[in-house]
């Protein structure tokens, strides 16, 4: 079922989700400063590719410049992709069989908004990160 879904989001939207977070990826990675968002933004890409069968934890060993770095991409950028995923995550809920891609975007959410110090696993293991 996850096959089915995830063909079903890259045909609708994941492709260009991918495409947009791909694109931000290489735009933020002009600058040094911009490096870790660049980063994180193309973690963000294959997460939005392929979401379903999995999900994002916060890795334990995330410290102070993962919380200042989400709190810059709050506010430079996060709340109005977050918005973003909100309002097509809402239009897609509108009918039956967009329920889970609405779903799927709801999901983005939390790592829209604070990418930094998130880890994207499978849901088979949910709390084994990656470092």
């Known amino acids: 079922m996850k096959t089915i879904l995830n063909i079903i989001w890259l045909v609708l939207s994941?492709?260009?989700?991918?495409?947009a977070y791909l694109a931000a990826g290489l735009i933020l990675c002009i600058t040094i400063i911009g490096i870790p968002f660049g980063v994180a933004s193309f973690r963000i890409a294959?997460?939005?590719?392929?979401?379903?069968?999995?999900t994002t934890v916060v890795r334990p060993d995330?410290?102070?410049?993962?919380?200042?770095?989400?709190?810059?991409?709050?506010?430079?950028?996060g709340w109005w992709i977050a918005l973003a995923h909100i309002s097509t995550?809402?239009?897609q809920c509108?009918?039956?069989?967009?329920?889970?891609?609405?779903?799927?975007n709801f999901k983005l959410i939390p790592v829209a908004l604070m990418?930094?110090?998130?880890?994207?696993?499978?849901?088979?293991?949910?709390?084994?990160?990656?470092?």
């Open 14 to 19: 994941g492709f260009w989700l991918f495409l």
């Open 46 to 54: 294959g997460y939005a590719l392929w979401p379903f069968g999995r």
């Open 62 to 77: 995330a410290g102070a410049p993962s919380l200042v770095g989400n709190i810059l991409w709050v506010v430079l950028a």
């Open 89 to 91: 995550g809402l239009v």
């Open 94 to 104: 509108l009918t039956i069989i967009g329920i889970p891609l609405g779903i799927a």
């Open 115 to 131: 990418p930094l110090g998130r880890d994207i696993v499978s849901t088979d293991r949910p709390f084994t990160a990656r470092y």
